[in-house]
Antibody
Framework: EVQLLDSGGGLVQPGGSLRLSCAASGFTFSNYAMSWVRQAPGKGLEWVSGVPDNDDRTFYADSVKGRFTISRDTSKNALYLQMNSLRAEDTAVYYC???????????WGQGTLVTVSS | DIQMTQSPSSLSASVGDRVTITCQASQDISNLLNWYQQKPGKAPKLLIYDASNLETGVPSRFSGSGSGTDFTFTITSLQPEDIATYYCQQYDNFWTFGQGTKVEIK
């Protein structure tokens, strides 16, 4: 059974940093593209960042480019999102998701809440 | 960037009703469209992929159609457990979601 466990969220001041983690199990992690998708309180879904399967490229939404860094550790079956220079508008629940073939998000973590506030 | 516009933003229907949601893309995306269901406090769940294919385990009362710029999502007989927000998502150029349609029981 595919399982994704998101962690690392919390309260951080504007300009601060946070690192999110996603622990994956139940599938061959290196064979799947992965993404982070976020949802601001009461709002819709926004794709944030992604990594293809078996590829070193990374992709970012314009809203986070230059501030966020996605990475994966296949030895630990883990996906990460390093978030720097955080802004109030980054406040959201962040979900990791498998992104099969770069097409659909077929499995999701439970989400982790990031709150950027002074 | 490809924009996805869903309508309506919310709807209220009775149990057993047919419910239809539309999604319009700002440019031709062929059939590169998926539909998700999100219940309050939960992660989204994939229902339909590639515009019209039912994800494994999803009840057959859910369906999708369309291609190009205009897409439709249908629940043929609304059930109480279908109360949720539904999102379309394109993957022709990166990934963009529609703004969501909240479905409530009348």
């Amino acid at each position: 059974e595919v399982q994704l466990l998101d962690s690392g969220g919390g309260l951080v001041q504007p300009g601060g940093s946070l690192r999110l983690s996603c622990a994956a199990s139940g599938f061959t992690f290196s064979n799947y593209a992965m993404s982070w998708v976020r949802q601001a309180p009461g709002k819709g879904l926004e794709w944030v960042s992604g990594v293809p399967d078996n590829d070193d490229r990374t992709f970012y939404a314009d809203s986070v480019k230059g501030r966020f860094t996605i990475s994966r550790d296949t030895s630990k079956n883990a996906l990460y999102l390093q978030m720097n220079s955080l802004r109030a508008e980054d406040t959201a629940v962040y979900y990791c998701a498998t992104n099969i073939g770069g097409r659909r998000f077929d499995h999701w973590g439970q989400g982790t809440l990031v709150t950027v506030s002074s | 960037d490809i924009q996805m516009t869903q309508s309506p933003s919310s709807l209220s229907a009775s149990v057993g009703d047919r419910v239809t949601i539309t999604c319009q893309a700002s440019q031709d995306i062929s059939n590169l469209l998926n539909w998700y269901q999100q219940k309050p406090g939960k992660a989204p769940k994939l229902l339909i992929y590639d515009a019209s294919n039912l994800e494994t385990g999803v009840p057959s009362r859910f369906s999708g159609s369309g291609s190009g710029t205009d897409f439709t999502f249908t629940i043929t007989s609304l059930q109480p457990e279908d109360i949720a927000t539904y999102y379309c998502q394109q993957y022709d150029n990166f990934w963009t979601f529609g703004q969501g349609t909240k479905v409530e029981i009348k």
